[in-house]
């Protein structure tokens, strides 16, 4: 990320008035890494993977599939940063984007699946 920009920081679950989606804006060409904060209480996690789907007009565009690894319960948050990415450019790239994150582990069990868009634009 950029040290010109700010975090971008959502808690989750969303808020019921957002109805589970979030937006935003990126700028083309610009790099950015997804850092994830959470915690297990319970029981252990196994193969925590995390699945990024992206499609713009209806086509799947992009597919990241990363392994986080296996977590304990503790009382402190987990922090994990994923590989820096990069957004596409030129006007092709340029647009609206949907979006959905899932977490699952290796039973396939799902602990957040997430619809999001974003959009991305001009770089000024």
């Keep these: 990320m950029s040290n010109n920009v700010e975090e971008i920081t959502t808690s989750l679950?969303?808020?019921e008035s957002k109805r589970g989606h979030l937006l935003?804006?990126?700028k083309e060409g610009v790099h950015y890494r997804l850092k994830l904060s959470f915690t297990v209480l319970h029981n252990?996690?196994?193969g925590l993977t995390c699945i990024n789907t992206v499609w713009k007009g209806g086509i799947q565009v992009d597919r990241i599939k990363g392994m986080l690894g296996t977590f304990a319960p503790q009382k402190d948050a987990y922090v994990e940063t994923l590989d820096e990415e990069t957004t596409p450019s030129g006007v092709l790239a340029r647009g609206i984007y949907k979006a959905k994150l899932k977490f699952e582990d290796?039973?396939?069990r799902c602990y957040l699946e997430l619809d999001?868009?974003?959009e991305?634009?001009?770089k000024s």
């Design 13 to 15: 679950p969303v808020e």
């Design 24 to 26: 935003f804006t990126l």
């Design 44 to 46: 252990i996690v196994s």
């Design 106 to 108: 290796d039973d396939k």
């Design 116 to 118: 999001y868009s974003f």
């Design 120 to 122: 991305i634009k001009k």
